[in-house]
Every structure is written in structure tokens, then in C-alpha cells.
């Protein structure tokens, strides 16, 4: 009877062995990178800006997928009042415009969706007013976001503004607003434009034992 020949990997299953790790690892490197740019992406909540919903250290899970779909539709993400979003801090690389350095340190923030293009937002005696067609005598945006007294906008809100909100961009703020806690549309940073939102915050994953949904 003719012997049959071995093949390569027969002869060498080792090899074997070492291609099938290569494969697998790039494989995951490959699925981690898709779904870190295209579906989900976590961050670490930095500073008392957002408290008391979020606090130092929590991890929060953001919504890539909802970006993603509205960019492969060829639209801009338009995200919900209300919503805690994560976006790209233009003003560590300069002007607050679309495309930015990504190698740029601390450059993403996290704050509460409050009003849209043309709409005018106005902050006094420590209230926040939106107003816009539907409700040209102004309404209290904190009011359908603030769950409790320890989730949603703190009461007070400080400053002084009176500004219509560009086409194109939001106005954004933290949930701790007393004195300069933080840094917002009321404070420097401007308003935002759609293009540099990551996304809405999805889940708190950490500390395990306030794990919520957004």
C-alpha cells in the first residue's frame, strides 16, 4: 500500500498550533476595534461636573451604535433633551470646530443635552430657561430629567447667560452647576457641535453596586 504524504501542518503541528493563536488574536484585536469605534466605548468619569448622577471614577458604557447608524445613513447624530452625552473637547486642540487631534490628553467630556439649534437659552436668579416655538413663554428642561434629589440637575443653576443656540450645535451643562463645578456652554466651553458627539452614556458599569441604565 502507497503511504500517504503528510501534510505541512501534519509535519509540524506546532506551527500549527502558533498560526491558529495569530488568527484568533487578530481576530480579536480586530472585533475590540470595530466595536470600541462603532458600537460601544467606555470612559472614566473625571471631576464633580455631573453630580450627583455621575461621581469621580464611575464608568460609564456610551452608545457608539446610535452615532454610527445616523453617520452611515449620512446624517448627523441628533441626540435627545436630556440626555447625558460624551463628546470630543475641541478646546484641548483649539477652536471648537469639526476634526480634531486624537492623541490630544483629556479630550472627551461628559454633560447634559439642554437646548438645539435656535432655541434661546437663559439663566437667572439660578433657574434655566429654554425657549423656542413650542413653548415661547419658556419651559424648565430640568424638570422631566431630575428623578430625585440625588439623580438628574442639581436645583440651582449659576450664571448669568442670555444666547441663542447655533445651527448645527447644542447647549450643554453638568448636573452640578452651583458656582463653576462645571466647565459648559455657560462657562467657556461654548456650544457644541453635532460632530463631536461620541455619543449618549448607555450604563453606569461602575461602582458594580450602582450599576443603571440611562
Request: net charge negative; charged share 25%; glycine share 8%.
Amino acid at each position: 500500500m502507497e503511504k500517504k504524504e503528510l501534510t505541512f501542518f501534519e509535519r509540524y503541528p506546532i506551527l500549527k498550533d502558533i498560526l491558529s493563536l495569530i488568527c484568533f488574536v487578530i481576530a480579536i484585536v480586530l472585533g475590540t476595534i470595530v466595536l470600541n469605534s462603532y458600537v460601544f466605548r467606555s470612559y472614566n468619569v473625571v471631576g464633580v461636573s455631573m453630580e450627583n448622577t455621575l461621581h469621580n471614577n464611575d464608568r460609564v458604557i456610551v452608545n457608539r451604535l446610535a452615532v454610527s447608524a445616523a453617520h452611515f445613513m449620512g446624517q448627523e447624530y441628533v441626540p435627545e433633551r436630556g440626555q447625558v452625552i460624551v463628546f470630543v473637547n475641541g478646546e484641548a486642540d483649539g477652536p471648537l470646530t469639526c476634526g480634531v487631534d486624537t492623541s490630544v490628553r483629556d479630550q472627551y467630556i461628559i454633560k447634559r443635552v439642554i437646548a438645539f439649534p435656535g432655541e434661546r437659552v437663559v439663566v437667572k436668579d439660578g433657574t434655566l430657561t429654554v425657549y423656542n416655538d413650542e413653548h415661547p413663554e419658556g419651559f424648565l428642561p430640568d424638570n422631566d430629567t431630575r428623578k430625585s434629589e440625588t439623580d438628574g440637575p442639581k436645583a440651582s443653576t449659576s450664571g448669568e447667560v442670555d444666547m441663542i443656540v447655533p445651527e448645527g450645535e447644542i447647549f450643554v451643562a453638568g448636573d452640578n452647576r452651583e458656582g463653576t463645578h462645571s466647565y459648559d456652554s455657560r462657562y467657556g466651553l461654548g456650544t457644541v457641535p453635532y460632530c463631536r458627539i461620541i455619543g449618549p452614556v448607555l450604563l453606569r458599569l461602575f461602582p458594580f453596586n450602582q450599576i443603571r441604565l440611562f
